[in-house]
């Protein structure tokens, strides 16, 4: 079986690639729990400063990959665990004393995008497109997006993005203050490359200390978010519309 995430190590830089670009990427089982265990890899590795992720192929990464919606549904214990499997990684991204950088192209969609939020610097090459596509299936979010999206962008405009589910480009997330910077493709791993040295420089207990305190103060209410969430989106995907939506795309 090929490794659905590719974790190598360039001096202070992780690099974490998903690694299913025939599915764009998708989110299978085996993609979170390779994703969960690269994560804890990199965290627990003193030379490791930063962790970039990124994707092969076309995109970052598509989405939930729907073709295992059975799988995913096939008891409500299977969902639970299957949704907190996807909320660990948000755990693991905010909580990690590693500064996560999320090198963003293609196509970045629902869970995906939640990590891309989750993560400390979110460089969007121009030919992104992302959307929330999980309200139109009657699921819900995941990644304590309603809390942390909330606060960055404003209750009306969370709501609009999350309801909704429209397409949007690059310009609107760096408009709407999901994108920290924009780069044409080509240069994209390259400025995440040299953002990641720039913060390899700092200190490293200061660095670490600095993220835990803005991401603790700031997004003070993400446990209680994602609790919230992830009772919605068992929900959701035990519900036979959502699956029978879900189904038809």
């Known amino acids: 079986m090929a490794a659905a995430v590719i974790s190598t190590h360039d001096g202070p830089i992780?690099?974490?690639?998903?690694?299913?670009?025939?599915?764009?990427?998708?989110?299978?089982?085996?993609l979170v729990d390779e994703l969960a265990a690269a994560l804890l890899s990199a965290d627990a590795e003193d030379s490791i400063r930063v962790v970039i992720l990124h994707g092969e192929g076309r995109a970052f990464c598509s989405g939930d990959d729907l073709k295992d919606l059975d799988v995913q549904t096939e008891s409500e214990i299977a969902t639970q665990a299957w949704v907190e499997a996807i909320q660990n990684i948000t755990l693991q991204i905010m909580q990690s004393s590693k500064i996560v950088i999320a090198a963003v192209h293609g196509w970045c969609?629902?869970?995906a995008l939640e990590w891309a939020i989750n993560c400390d610097f979110r460089l969007f090459a121009d030919n992104t497109r992302w959307f929330f596509?999980?309200?139109?299936?009657?699921?819900?979010v995941t990644g304590g997006v309603t809390a942390l999206l909330t606060k960055q962008v404003g209750p009306q405009i969370a709501k609009e993005l999350i309801m909704f589910g429209e397409r949007h480009n690059a310009d609107k997330a760096l408009e709407v203050g999901i994108a920290w910077k924009l780069v044409p493709e080509k240069d994209l791993l390259g400025e995440a490359e040299r953002l990641a040295l720039m913060v390899a420089e700092r200190p490293a207990n200061s660095v670490a200390s600095i993220?835990?305190?803005?991401?603790?103060?700031f997004h003070s209410s993400l446990h209680d978010a994602m609790a919230?969430?992830?009772?919605?989106?068992?929900?959701?995907?035990?519900s036979a519309e959502a699956q029978a939506r879900a189904r038809r795309t």
Not at 211 to 217: E, F, M
């Open 228 to 238: 919230i969430e992830t009772a919605a989106t068992v929900r959701g995907f035990l």
């Open 14 to 30: 992780a690099w974490v690639k998903l690694n299913r670009p025939e599915r764009l990427n998708a989110m299978n089982r085996q």
């Open 109 to 111: 969609v629902g869970g």
């Open 133 to 140: 596509p999980e309200v139109s299936f009657g699921f819900f």
């Open 211 to 217: 993220k835990h305190a803005i991401n603790d103060g």
